[in-house]
């Protein structure tokens, strides 16, 4: 009895949430349902962060890096090879994968704080590679698809889906959103399953779960290729959305930025992502409202991000659980 | 090919290699306290470091000379350090260790944001601790500052060496970040060793601010920007938990960086981070610990 | 009944009256009878927010002009938004800007690459870009693209044309040696030095660059130095010019420097030579277009005086920095462009009114320059006098150059 009470407080909570997504964009403002985008592209990019940092323990601070990688495969792709931007999202996230596993490989000797530094150098590293290999990236100048690859941008104008019509920004709204709610699924189901109890372990102690069978090697460089197919997905929705590149769109700030959201989000668990992620989105405007006077955004940016951390150590997610904690014990005990 | 390379020029620019790294080690140096008094990277070392020059700044323009200014800088951001400790860092002592990343890296905001409040972007100066008259030995051309920069730094290496190995407090400081819990039993009061290792980090970066900013010419807020990432790359370099590997792989990095950059013409002045950064990665592939530092023992 | 009906519908016909009357939102974002409404993206908060002062100083001439009545009755409002200087935040910004706060233009925005980002999408909208805060040659170069966008300052390969021009006339065997930023600004300059060198491009001997990441200039220094070079160009922000300085001295070497307009700033030269000697900024040539408010040449100037009234009654930050007087020119620009734009301006009578100015009062710029366009000629400001660099004070010297 208690079960099915259970199951279907959890289905109802599903539902609620899907019908939030499908009907926000009539309750906000259409700029704004481009705000709530970029949130999503964030999103998408933060659950690859969790997966392999909260999940595995390889703490990465260089997702911005992967996040370029993707979007500089999708304006390259678009601009250079004039694909439709939307069908160029799965080759940039294969590609950031592809990277991610390339980054893992140190990871297998380097741990803690020097992983931490070795992807925080990759970070830092790559606005220059790509200002350095400019021929091929477009270099200071960036690429930009309204100057040289207008037609390739869906939805500029105004786009019909499904026989419904809506604006550019609400479609990009639902594409990267539909995106992200099936991203957190599978990422949902990896970590209930095999895999995530494999990623924990390793987590939780390598040498006990290296004992215990685990190939290590293999789950730590599988966990960076995921975090990147997911960091590689959110950087091309973040170009598709601003329709453009160029090497500051992604320095070790954005990288900063997905960390902070991860954290704040809650590292290890997944259902406080949505709220980490908006809490990036929105934190700059909102420290940008309190005064303009030169100095105060950055302060009241950074103080909230403190606060947040003092308040809340362990992030929503953590929040989230020591809230639910008392339900789901009196719904899964026997009376 | 050897007698081919131009020596004059080889030499100038390993001593301005050597002066580059030279501004790096300061700040790498506190960088290294804090990690070794408290397990972690203080994102915002920097940003309070230049804060300190602008405290610095403020006093000399009310009229106080230069060097009482320098040290009471020196005393004002060590109970600033300490002060930042109790604060924003205590809270969270228990945390998980990202989770204190993430409050430095808000740190960094928090006090940038403050520095543009009480002071205008304008370029400013202050005076040199040392003098920067050119000095030329063989066709190269160097200071005094370059080598007071070197050599505060080596001095600092020995005083931290000295505090660590032989007093009780830098035992208590050392005891305090292997093993608080055993610590506590022992008497060690950890919470305060803790805010003293902030305290000197702080002050230790404040003199790495108030030399870097002469070494560049001027200063404004984005002052240790540049110098933090360069910094913690030379930390690391030499092994995150060695003051003196701090000073040795700043300079090992300045040298390189700047000769890499003059003489490999694809790597030009765009990828010198980048190739140094590369380079970093490979010794720590091969020697995981950095140049000087120990292998650590862990526990399984 | 009957009366009732007679009410609502004179009610109604009034209403219909009124707003067809005042024009709100009927066929011109940003315009009511009573404000003007535009919008602009600057670096508040970030690396480059040093240059913030170029939207705050035209925000407070703004100000001063609403006080005394604005224009035709209406308010100007101006809206600046925090783009960090990273092309992405300004897209989102100005999207912000044209999509929910409906300007009238997009006005005043800095950075080259940021204004490179929105172009596209704001001549795709019909909405004027005007008076982009940056010295690439393209915004006036390439008007028949993007009619909709204009610059102001005198463009970078201008500058470093009138440089070419004077060495090659006035010292034709020197060596020079550049220090430039490794971008667009940098590298226009370089590319108006050699332009203006024409015939004598050989004189350019060694070409040194940085990123405006990097942490110190000293190993290109040594390197101009190496290669033997007497004159050393200064296509730098004030930050790494500040340096050459201090390390061509603490090299031992004395070059004659020539030094660009945006690091020209009297109190950078003053820093440069607190930290060197007084010898080693002697003789610094740069170009100047506008009046610096720190330069004892300007102490009793009318335009001057106008200028720290303004910066104290209505709320100026940084009233030594230079930038502010830019803002202000660019502002008083605008507001003569809103005038000839007619009673009721419309975008396309405003774009028609930037493109046909004659301003010659503007209190901010030297005396003699004019602010100038025409139909072919999109250079707002294209003259600027050279100045020495002399015992510890810019002093002008020679005519108003124009350069195109």
Request: aromatic share 10%; hydrophobic share 50%; net charge positive.
């Amino acid at each position: 009895m208690r079960r099915a009470l259970g199951i279907g407080l959890w289905v109802a909570m599903v539902v609620a949430g899907l019908a939030v997504f499908l009907l926000l964009p009539h309750f906000v403002s259409d700029f704004h349902s481009r705000d709530l985008a970029q949130a999503g592209a964030f999103f998408i990019a933060i659950i690859g962060l969790d997966l392999v940092t909260g999940y595995t323990g390889q703490i990465s601070l260089g997702h911005g890096a992967l996040m370029a990688i993707g979007g500089y495969t999708t304006a390259l792709l678009v601009v250079h090879e004039h694909w439709r931007d939307v069908w160029t999202i799965p080759l940039a996230g294969i590609t950031a994968g592809i990277v991610g596993f390339v980054v893992g490989l140190p990871a297998l000797r380097l741990s803690g704080l020097y992983l931490a530094l070795a992807t925080f150098a990759l970070a830092v590293a790559l606005p220059d590679l790509i200002k350095k290999f400019s021929h091929f990236t477009g270099g200071t100048d960036g690429e930009n698809f309204l100057a040289q690859a207008p037609k390739q941008v869906t939805g500029l104008g105004g786009i019909t889906i499904f026989g419904h019509s809506m604006t550019q920004n609400h479609f990009l709204y639902y594409l990267t959103w539909s995106i992200g709610i099936v991203g957190f699924f599978l990422a949902w189901l990896l970590v209930r399953g095999r895999a995530g109890r494999t990623f924990r372990s390793v987590r939780d102690s390598e040498v006990a779960a290296a004992s215990s069978g685990v190939n290590l090697a293999a789950t730590k460089t599988v966990a960076f290729a995921l975090s990147g197919v997911y960091a590689g997905v959110g950087g091309a929705l973040y170009v598709i959305q601003n329709e453009i590149v160029d090497p500051l769109s992604f320095t070790i700030s954005v990288s900063i930025l997905i960390l902070v959201g991860a954290v704040v989000g809650g590292l290890g668990s997944l259902w406080g992502l949505v709220l980490g992620a908006l809490f990036v989105e929105y934190l700059p405007t909102l420290s940008t409202h309190v005064s303009t006077r030169p100095g105060v955004p950055d302060f009241v940016y950074g103080a909230a991000i403190i606060v947040v951390m003092i308040l809340l150590p362990t992030g929503a997610g953590g929040l989230i659980q020591r809230l639910i904690r008392p339900l789901t014990t009196w719904l899964y005990t026997r009376p | 090919m050897l007698f081919a390379v131009d020596w004059t020029q080889l030499a100038q620019q390993t001593v301005i290699g050597l002066s580059s790294g030279g501004t790096w080690a300061l700040l790498a140096l506190a960088i290294v306290l804090i990690y070794r008094s408290t397990g972690v990277i203080n994102f915002a070392q920097g940003e309070m470091a230049m804060f300190s020059v602008f405290i610095a700044w403020s006093l000399v323009d009310h009229g106080l000379a230069f060097w009482a200014a320098f040290f009471l800088t020196i005393a004002i951001s060590f109970a600033g350090g300490v002060a930042v400790e109790r604060v924003v860092i205590r809270p969270v002592e228990a945390a998980p260790v990202l989770t204190v990343v993430i409050v430095t890296l808000g740190l960094l905001f928090v006090v940038d944001g403050a520095s543009k409040i009480f002071w205008s972007p304008e370029r400013r100066t202050i005076p040199n601790a040392f003098s920067t008259r050119p000095i030329d030995v063989a066709g190269v051309a160097f200071s005094i500052q370059d080598l007071g920069n070197i050599a505060v730094s080596l001095g600092l290496v020995v005083l931290l060496w000295g505090l660590f190995r032989y007093t009780k407090l830098g035992l208590a400081l050392r005891a305090a970040a292997a093993n608080p819990d055993e610590s506590r039993l022992l008497g060690i009061r950890v919470s305060w060793m803790l805010a003293l290792g902030w305290g000197l980090a702080a002050a230790l970066g404040a003199v790495s601010g108030m030399l870097t900013a002469p070494a560049l010419g001027s200063f404004d807020q984005n002052l240790m920007q540049p110098v933090l990432l360069y910094a913690i790359a030379g930390a690391v370099l030499g092994g995150i938990e060695s003051p003196l590997g701090a000073v040795v792989g700043s300079l090992l990095l300045g040298v390189f960086v700047t000769l890499i950059g003059t003489y490999v013409g694809w790597v030009g002045t765009t990828l010198r981070l980048p190739v140094a950064l590369a380079v970093i990665l490979g010794v720590l592939l091969i020697r995981p610990t950095g140049l000087f530092g120990r292998a650590e023992a862990r526990r399984v | 009944m009957g009366r009732a009906v007679y009410l609502v519908a004179g009610l109604l016909a009034a209403l219909a009256l009124t707003t067809g009357a005042s024009g709100a939102g009927s066929s011109t974002p940003g315009v009511t009878s009573t404000q003007i409404v535009i919008g602009g993206t600057i670096p508040l908060s970030g690396v480059a927010s040093a240059y913030q002062t170029v939207g705050r100083g035209a925000a407070a001439y703004f100000r001063y002009v609403n006080a005394k009545g604005g224009v035709y009755h209406r308010k100007i409002v101006y809206l600046i938004k925090d783009d960090q200087y990273d092309p992405s935040q300004t897209i989102n910004e100005t999207r912000e800007l044209v999509e929910q706060d409906h300007v009238f233009a997009i006005f005043n925005s800095l950075g080259t690459e940021q204004n490179l980002a929105t172009r596209p999408y704001l001549n795709a909208m019909g909405v004027p870009q005007l008076f982009v805060a940056s010295g690439a040659l393209t915004w006036g170069k390439d008007y028949a693209q993007w009619p909709w966008t204009i610059g102001y300052q005198p463009n970078y390969i201008a500058e470093g044309t009138i440089y070419g021009r004077y060495i090659a006339k006035t010292a034709p065997k020197s060596r020079i040696g550049v220090l430039y930023q490794n971008d667009d600004y940098g590298n226009e300059l370089l590319t108006g030095l050699k332009r203006g060198l024409g015939k004598k491009g050989k004189l350019i001997v060694s070409k040194q660059s940085y990123d405006a990441t990097d942490s110190d200039v000293q190993s290109q220094i040594a390197k101009l130095k190496a290669a033997k070079t007497n004159t050393m160009m200064l296509f730098a922000t004030p930050q790494f010019a500040i340096q050459a300085y201090v390390y061509a001295r603490k090299l031992g070497w004395r070059p004659k420097v020539y030094v660009n307009a945006v690091a020209s700033a009297s109190n950078i030269m003053g820093i440069a030579s607190n930290a060197t000697d007084k010898k080693q900024t002697e003789g610094s040539i740069s170009i100047v277009f506008l009046k610096d408010p720190t330069d004892p040449r300007w102490k009793k100037d009318p335009g001057i005086k106008l200028y720290r009234s303004i910066m104290k009654k209505y709320k100026g930050v940084h009233p030594n920095d230079v930038y502010n007087v830019y803002g202000m020119s660019v502002a008083h620009s605008f507001v003569e462009a809103l005038k000839k734009a007619g009673k009721n301006p419309t975008r396309a009578s405003i774009m028609k009114a930037v493109t046909h100015l004659n301003v010659h009062n503007d209190p901010f710029l030297l005396p003699g320059i004019a602010v100038r366009t025409s139909p072919t000629d999109h250079f707002p400001l294209d003259q600027a006098r050279l100045e020495r660099f002399h015992n510890g004070r810019w002093v002008a010297f020679g005519g108003l150059f124009r350069v195109r």
